[in-house]
């Protein structure tokens, strides 16, 4: 009787295990799968932020402010792009950046090629025009700002100032300037350079100052044998001295020579896609525009 009690327990005793082991695997098998449940989510939360990182990344590639903040920027001493560079790092908006000047702008495109620095800024037509020559480089899509080009004039001289503006508003009027736009920048088929008409009595020249190292605005050419300046700024000068009668004269200078020669005389006036700013109203007067500049900037691609 007590065999049969003690085999009786010992069979309940093994039962019990083997439903205890039993639950334990039922435990066991739901686990991995609210595991994987779990990993799977937390794949999902790192690929979207991934993607989120890498949009936020593509944005900062292309926001000129962004690209050029801490960065090397190089520029054309003188110009626009080296007038606004160096106000806003005074003014502390772009972090540490340096910016490095050049006298000419393939010089700071040059520079970009060789890293030497992180960007140049500089107007968007020359700047097409360097890209094209330059492979690897992009111009970034959105503008680091933009302004309206001018003629300058000295101060003391309103009576030519009164004559240019009054031939502006003729070439404005009549088709020429548009025609240049279209020949020069538009590159619209069928479009144009100036030619002056035949029949004018010249009394006298004019001197134009130019930095000829800014295409399509000014540029050396020597297709036709000759090393002659040609560009938008000097077809419309010659089209407004054939307006007032007299001769054109370039004369190719350093960009930021091109005030004081007008101030000193040297010149009468100057043309080389020259932005109005306040700084330069100080000490020269400006035309009425005839064209509107965009300022971008080149980088690597």
């Known amino acids: 009787m007590k065999l049969k009690k003690l085999l009786a327990a010992f069979l309940a005793a093994a039962l019990c295990i083997s439903l205890v082991s039993c639950g334990e695997t039922d435990s066991g098998s739901s686990t991995p799968e609210s595991s994987a449940e779990s990993s799977v989510s937390e794949t999902s ?58 006298n000419k702008g393939m010089e700071a495109v040059l520079a970009l090629t060789q890293g030497k620095v992180d960007a140049v800024v500089i107007d968007n037509e ?57 020949y020069y920048i538009n590159g619209v088929e069928g479009a144009t350079p100036y030619e002056s008409p035949e029949g004018i009595t010249y009394d006298g020249k004019l001197i134009m100052a130019t930095n000829a190292e800014f295409p399509p605005y000014e540029y050396h050419d020597s297709s036709s044998g000759q090393d002659e300046i040609c560009g938008l700024d000097v077809d419309f000068a010659r089209a407004i001295c054939d307006k007032l009668g007299k001769e054109l004269e370039v004369s190719d200078m350093a960009f930021d020579s091109i005030i004081a020669a007008v101030q000193s005389g040297k010149a009468d006036f100057g043309a080389a896609g020259m932005t109005v700013t306040e700084d330069r109203l100080e000490s020269i007067d400006f035309t009425d525009s005839y064209c509107t500049g965009v300022q971008v900037v080149i980088v690597k691609e």
């Open 45 to 102: 939360d790192t690929e979207s932020s991934a993607t989120e990182e890498s949009s936020s990344e593509d944005t900062a590639a292309e926001d000129p402010t962004a690209v050029l903040t801490d960065a090397k920027i190089g520029v054309q001493l003188g110009t626009t792009g080296d007038l606004y560079i160096s106000e806003n790092i005074a003014d502390g908006l772009l972090g540490s950046a340096e910016i490095i000047q050049y």
């Open 126 to 182: 020359p700047a097409k025009v360097f890209v094209e020559e330059n492979e690897g480089l992009k111009i970034l899509d959105t503008a680091y700002t933009e302004e309206d080009y001018a003629i300058c004039i000295a101060k003391d001289n309103t009576e030519l100032k009164d004559q240019f503006n009054q031939a502006i508003a003729e070439l404005k009027e009549d088709g020429t300037l548009q025609q240049l736009l279209d």
